[in-house]
Structures are given as structure tokens and as C-alpha cells.
């Protein structure tokens, strides 16, 4: 199958990409110009384009079959406003342009996988949580309720749609593990 994949240069998507490509998929990987990624191996196709402008989306969703957004940036850092509004534009506003571009895309029955978070619930909380279990007040919850309701707009064009909520990732080699080492 064709699979383009929004953010795949992280953490997830570099785990996800080596096996993709060990089933056969052909991949075509978006990123923002001048990205570099190490991961990256042919013979993937690389899309590059500003991510935040919708006139991007329409022709290399048009050309796959299924579109997996992992875009989001770090909430590893220091936040400021600038973080903030990084984190909410690149969660909320890509996967809006991807949702309008799978609606442009008629005819063509498409898959979709976006990911969220378990910042969804918020935190301190101390009870057993479910995909039923109401939304948290953070401002990652907040990001991680919109960024979700724009996701699932895709299925009022017939996409299949599929939510994926992430816990806290954790590897060898990067994730939130690398974070909590020092």
C-alpha cells in the first residue's frame, strides 16, 4: 500500500518506518524543509513543504491510501508561549489541513491514523481510565480534545479513521527515556 506519513521523523515514526518497509508498503515521509533525519532510508519518498499551510496537504494526500499523522512538536522542552503555540499549530492545524485534504480527495477510500496522547485525561488524577474516561483541564488535555475532534472529522468523508492515544514512549535510543536519564 501507499502510506504517507506527517511527522514520522520522531521517535514513533522511526520505529514504525523499518517495518512498514519490511511488509512492502511504499512510504512517502513529509517533513519541513531542511529537516534532516538519520533514520530515513531509501527508498522512502520525501515530501518536503510547509506543514502548516493546507495548499500542501491536497496533492500528496490525494496520492496514498493511508495517511498516518504523528506530527506534533516536543512538549519536551521548556515552555514558554512560543512552545505553547508550537505544540497547539503543529497538533491542531496539520491535522486540519490533512482532514480538508482527505474531504478534496472524493472518491478514494482512504485510511487515517492520528495521534494523540494520554495528556488527554490530565493528570494527578487517581482512578482507572478508559477511551470512555472524560477529558482532563490542562493545556494538554485541551490540545489533545481538539487535536482529536479535528482527527475524527475525517470520517465525515468516509475515511476510515482511527485515534491512536500514545503513552509515554520510551526506548533505548530516544522517547521520554532519554529525557529522564540525566
Known sequence: M??????GTGFIGSILLPVLLADGHQISMVIPPGRQNKALQAPVEIIEGDV?????????????QIIINLAGSSIFRRWNKRVRRDIYL???LITRNIVDALKASTGDKKQFFSASGVGYYGYGRDELLNEESDPGGSYLARVAVEWETEA???RGCGAR?????????????GGAF????P
Do not use: Q, Y
Request: charged letters at 25%.
Open 161 to 173: 479513521t482511527v485515534l491512536c492515544r500514545f503513552g509515554i514512549v520510551m526506548g533505548k535510543d
Open 152 to 154: 475524527l472529522k475525517a
Open 90 to 92: 503543529s497538533r491542531i
Open 2 to 7: 501507499k502510506i504517507l506519513i506527517a511527522g
Open 52 to 64: 502548516l499551510n493546507r495548499h500542501f496537504w491536497p496533492e500528496p494526500v490525494k496520492k496514498h
Open 178 to 181: 532519554k529525557n529522564m536519564l
